[in-house]
């Protein structure tokens, strides 16, 4: 899988390649991210890659000639590598909302070619001939797109196999099967936190399933306290996972008798 990412500031990806259980998806090559900064392709004594948006108003717009440019090296590298012609993808509060769901499948193919804006945005020309796709991390506007594009690389990295040292570490994860996950604890069994604001402390224990080594009802437990936080946050993943036909008589069973 490769990521080419077209970004003012490539310094920000380096430390993220070398930290954490995804190191050793850029280390194994798994995921090979190729950094395109967007000044080197930009012309002019100022290099410049922004100017005044047209009909006036506040900030900048990104030029679309350097990008233009910057795309078609691209594209000459993937030839080169015969590499697949990889879509764009841009990351605005405008685009489609990223999910897991998404992430799983992008982390199946071939990967994508990152744009990472700053400024007001990127000439609506640029985007109308050569953006696939737009996604957006949430409803808020950051001061660039390469958190992002960090945050998409990540998500599709720990899905690479052999990354996670436990399999089954990311079918258990939040959103994998459409629920959020569930609670972890680990030792001590018992643990005396001070009560909020007194001297006093309180005993906090696991909760004793988890403890009982009959791994059926730990199983059970587990999914209905998965069912149970996302009925009370999330109560539109039920409905989703209902209609994906994912929920059992006993997950149904189970919500009907949740007092939310
Ligand atoms: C794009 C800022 C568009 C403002 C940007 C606009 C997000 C986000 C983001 C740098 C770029 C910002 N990207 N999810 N949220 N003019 N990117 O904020 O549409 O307001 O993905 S604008």
């Known amino acids: 899988m490769r990521f080419d990412v077209i970004t003012l500031f490539p310094e920000l990806f380096a430390p993220f390649q070398s930290i954490g259980v995804t190191r050793r998806a850029f280390e194994t090559g798994a995921v090979d991210v190729r950094l395109w900064p967007l000044r080197d392709h930009a012309d002019g004594t100022y290099r410049r890659v922004d100017d005044r948006p047209f009909g006036g108003g506040p900030g900048m717009v990104m030029l679309v000639e350097p990008l233009v440019r910057c795309l078609s090296a691209i594209r000459s590298d993937q030839a080169a590598a015969a590499a697949p012609r990889l879509p764009v993808v841009l990351f605005s509060p405008a685009g489609k909302p990223l ?3 998404r992430v799983q499948h992008l982390a199946q193919g071939p990967g994508a070619v990152l744009l990472c804006g700053r400024y007001e945005g990127i000439d609506q020309r640029f985007i109308d001939a050569h953006v696939d796709e737009e996604i957006s991390m949430g409803d808020y506007v950051l001061s660039g797109g390469e958190l992002p594009a960090l945050t998409l690389i990540d998500a599709v990295a720990r899905l690479q196999p052999g990354v996670l040292n436990d399999v089954a570490s990311h079918e258990q994860d939040s959103f994998s099967d459409g629920l959020l996950d569930c ?15 007194e001297g006093a402390s309180v005993e906090a224990a696991v909760p004793p399933v988890l403890m009982s080594g009959h791994h059926a009802h730990i199983a059970r ?13 999330r109560p539109e993943l039920i409905e989703a996972a209902r209609a994906r036909g994912e929920l059992s008589k006993q997950d149904e069973h189970f919500l009907s ?3 939310l």
């Not at 604890?185 to 009560?195: A, G, H």
Request: proline share 9%.
């Open 221 to 233: 437990w587990r999914r209905e306290q998965q069912l149970a936080i996302t009925a009370r946050r």
């Open 257 to 259: 008798q949740l007092a």
């Open 99 to 101: 999910t897991q769901q």
């Open 183 to 197: 609670p972890h604890y680990s030792r001590p069994e018992v643990l005396s936190l001070p009560e909020q604001g």
